[in-house]
């Protein structure tokens, strides 16, 4: 959209100079649409540059803005989760959904911060997230259908064992992004603990002993 009202604002720009250039300045006909082209070409430099100039001093800022984007329609999908956690009946639903929330929270807080750690945890918000909501959406639909035949049984057994295996892979996928920072404090526990022990005792410089 910016690029095409640009375009239009350019090509406004060139055919306005041309009878500038021919009445006013009183060039030819060929020359005063030579140089409308060139005035064009100018106003359509000055969106180019500026956004030569953005890319140069953020080269990320694309790629933080769809994780900020991302980060954002999470939200909407956690406050979902939480509403059906407190719907639930059975203590192990309510712990896992509970759970699911713990670790989501975490990873969302995570990339509201520090966005560059999008691309860590990006299956967290292209599958993992949105299939959860759609499972524990689908689960709630079922449960609440009155005299529930076998298959429906079934369905929301499977349904609950597949959520177990989607709390260990938050997990996992949490543990995986935070094992660079346990490796970062490792290395600055290491170092500390090599400054202290390199650390030589105090002596006073005065022998001076008054009786």
């Known amino acids: 959209m910016n690029a095409l009202k640009w375009l239009t604002l350019s090509w406004t720009a060139g055919a306005l100079s041309v009878p500038i250039f021919y009445f006013g300045?009183?060039?030819?006909?060929?020359?005063?649409?030579?140089?409308?082209?060139g005035v064009g070409g100018v106003?359509?430099?000055?969106?180019?540059?500026?956004?030569?100039?953005?890319?140069?001093?953020n080269p990320y800022r694309e790629e933080i803005a769809y994780s900020k984007h991302q980060v954002k329609e999470a939200k909407k999908k956690?406050?979902?989760?939480?509403?059906y956690r407190f719907k639930v009946r059975s203590i192990h639903m309510w712990t896992q959904l509970s759970r699911l929330y713990k670790v989501s929270k975490a990873i969302i807080d995570m990339v509201e911060?520090?966005?560059?750690?999008?691309?860590?945890?990006?299956?967290?918000?292209?599958?993992?997230?949105?299939?959860?909501?759609?499972?524990?959406?689908?689960?709630?639909?079922?449960?609440?259908?009155?005299?529930?035949?076998?298959?429906?049984?079934e369905s929301l057994k499977e349904a609950e064992v597949m959520l177990d295996d989607m709390a260990i892979?938050?997990?996992?996928?949490?543990?995986?992004?935070?094992?660079?920072?346990?490796?970062?404090?490792?290395?600055?526990?290491?170092?500390l603990?090599?400054?202290?022990?390199?650390?030589?005792?105090?002596?006073?410089?005065?022998?001076?002993?008054?009786?």
Do not use: C
């Open 113 to 153: 911060k520090e966005p560059m750690r999008y691309k860590n945890v990006q299956p967290f918000f292209v599958n993992y997230l949105p299939s959860t909501i759609t499972l524990v959406e689908r689960y709630f639909f079922l449960l609440s259908k009155p005299g529930k035949s076998i298959e429906i049984k």
């Open 193 to 211: 603990k090599q400054t202290f022990q390199h650390d030589k005792p105090w002596i006073p410089t005065s022998t001076d002993r008054r009786k």
């Open 78 to 83: 956690l406050i979902i989760m939480s509403r």
């Open 25 to 37: 300045l009183d060039l030819h006909l060929f020359m005063s649409m030579l140089a409308s082209v």
């Open 169 to 191: 892979k938050y997990d996992q996928l949490l543990n995986q992004a935070l094992s660079n920072d346990v490796l970062t404090l490792d290395v600055e526990m290491k170092v």
């Open 43 to 57: 106003t359509l430099l000055f969106p180019v540059t500026r956004a030569v100039r953005q890319r140069l001093q």
